[in-house]
């Protein structure tokens, strides 16, 4: 793995992450009416977990087998029919979590823009 | 179910959306016919109820291998009558009224078909605005390969 590699792996991971739980947000939405539906939610945790047990732990490659899991959110307060997705938490959540993936993508495409002006070999 | 990932949350909100949609004419007819004291088979017109049921994915079937497993798919709109008693209302001279000249109306409750109405559009709304989202999302991905 090159450096170039190394310094994109975190980027991709929390593509990957914010992905996966954009994808756990607007399922929530839509299923807003269904009584007794239990939110889903993608923790990031896990992505720090990983991110720690390769830079702090020396695990090699823990970083690259995490994946991002939906998972149960069974602290949220359930409503009169059993359904546990508030629209504007949820909202926010989307919000939030859709700045994250900008920020990732930012970063991203200046790490490909510095890769593109090196191999043509000038600047823009 | 070759389909990415990415674009069956296009599928669970579209699914979402036309439930939705199908509760808001329920509503609308339930409004329509609330006066109604003779329907086809003869008795007052009987209130319309939309219940909600999540469709499970294929997905589901390939939980476990990691990759993006979400326990739920679309939702889908189930449509059937409402059970309750049609309210008798006292209106002598009425063409559907009894001997006695009490009239059997529909199980309607206009109020409460009206706050049903504004919780539907709202989901809608909020459905609407999670697509966008998603939308700007994945093209802020796509234009990395600029």
Do not use: C
Not at chain 2, 77 to 84: K, L
Not at chain 2, 108 to 133: C, G, K, P
Request: net charge neutral.
């Amino acid at each position: 793995m090159n450096d170039f590699d190394k310094s994109f792996a975190v980027t991709q991971k929390i593509l990957d992450w914010t992905t996966a739980r954009a994808r756990a947000l607007t399922t929530n939405i839509a299923h807003a009416s269904e009584p007794g539906y239990k939110r889903v939610d993608v923790s990031f945790a896990d992505l720090l977990d990983a991110m720690r047990a390769e830079r702090d732990h020396g695990q090699k490659g823990a970083l690259a087998r995490a994946t991002p899991k939906p998972e149960v959110d069974l602290f949220a307060a359930p409503s009169a029919n059993g359904n546990t997705v508030d629209f504007e938490r949820e909202q926010v959540q989307i919000d939030k979590n859709s700045m994250t993936h900008e920020l990732a993508t930012f970063f991203a495409n200046s790490k490909l823009n510095s890769m593109r002006s090196a191999i043509r070999g000038h600047a823009s | 179910m070759s389909e990415p990932l990415s674009f069956q949350v296009f599928d669970i909100t579209a699914s979402a959306l036309a439930a939705e949609r199908t509760r808001l004419a329920v509503i609308a007819q339930n409004i329509a016919n609330s006066e109604v004291t003779k329907a086809a088979n003869g008795q007052p017109y009987r209130r319309q109820r939309v219940q909600f049921e999540g469709v499970l994915a294929q997905e589901v079937a390939r939980r476990g291998k990691g990759q993006g497993s979400l326990p739920a798919g679309g939702i889908r709109a189930i449509v059937g009558d409402a059970p309750g008693d049609f309210q008798r209302v006292r209106d002598p001279g009425h063409k559907d009224a009894d001997k006695d000249g009490w009239v059997q109306k529909p199980n309607v409750n206009v109020v409460e078909e009206m706050v049903d109405m504004i919780d539907a559009s709202r989901t809608y709304e909020a459905n609407l605005s999670a697509l966008r989202t998603w939308k700007q999302m994945l093209s802020r991905t796509l234009e990395m390969t600029r």
